[in-house]
């Protein structure tokens, strides 16, 4: 379950806050308050949370404070700052910390709702990067984002081999294909996507499998066949090679990275 957490000294804007949030909510969002940054940052060893609201003044730790020792963890929250005054100082800051809305007090319900509503769907957005940059392997972005300046023929190898990653494809059945010497192919294609083939086809088999393992329940060993690996104990042993994990450990880690978001 998401949390939201409210951080405020002042008691009666803290307990408003929270309960329009639970009204909003529903009971979707685990709401949890704190009185001071101080209070906040102790709750936060021990907890998560994905949208922070807090105010900009408050005694020993500030609300810009801690919005900037949040910003230090893997993951920091989204943030929302209240205030009750109007200083471009600390709304200047509080954007440059990547803060989502600043209200000023007293507080519109309508407005702190769609503010929270703003907020999480940024959140979604962060995390749907964050695990689209777990999946892509960044040798291959590169042949990607170059692959309009390649020749004709390394563009159709390119487009064949991602319609037959399931099929055992050598070097030699794709120069045939092209009709073109494999020696002559195999200098062309490295020069042009700096891999060597075998390592395109690697790379590309182990990305396929990476969007399976998060996207599907497939075993291990159907998701081996349909990357072109006729055993699953070989498929494991080059996946952990590349990624440094069994495909079992990233299915996984990805699994609860997810659960820890939402």
């Known amino acids: 379950m998401e949390t939201i957490l409210i951080v405020d000294d002042e008691p009666r804007t803290r307990e408003g ?13 685990r709401i949890e308050t704190a009185a001071s940054g101080v209070e906040a940052l102790a709750w936060l060893q021990n907890n998560e949370v994905n949208l922070l609201i807090t105010d900009v003044r408050m005694p020993e730790i500030g609300g810009l404070e801690l919005v900037e020792k949040l910003n230090e963890m893997p993951h920091p929250p989204v943030v ?3 205030s009750g005054h109007p200083e471009f100082d600390y709304a200047q800051k509080a954007l440059q910390f990547g803060v ?33 940059e777990k999946l892509i392997d960044p040798k291959l972005m590169e042949t990607v984002q170059q692959e309009k300046v ?8 390119l487009q ?11 070097m030699r059945d794709i120069a045939e294909q092209l009709h073109m010497n494999a020696s002559y192919f195999s200098v062309l294609f490295k020069e042009q996507t700096g891999l060597t083939y075998s390592e395109y086809v690697t790379r590309r088999r182990i990305q396929r499998a990476k969007e399976l393992l998060v996207s599907t329940r497939l075993s291990i060993a159907e998701i081996a066949e349909q990357v072109g690996y006729q055993t699953a104990k070989y498929f494991v042993k080059v996946f952990r090679a590349l990624e440094n994990v069994s495909p079992g450990q990233y299915r996984q880690n990805v699994m609860t990275t997810e659960e ?3």
């Open 17 to 29: 806050v929270r309960k329009t949030l639970e009204a909003w909510s529903s009971g979707q969002y």
């Open 80 to 82: 929302i700052v209240i």
């Open 100 to 132: 989502v809305e600043y209200l000023l007090k007293p507080l519109d319900k309508t407005k702190l709702v769609r503010a929270v509503e703003l907020a999480l769907k940024r959140k979604e957005d962060i995390y749907r990067i964050e695990r689209m």
């Open 260 to 262: 820890r978001i939402q």
């Open 160 to 170: 064949y081999l991602d319609e037959h990653l399931h099929e055992s494809i050598s």
């Open 150 to 157: 390649y020749s004709t023929q390394v563009r159709e190898a």
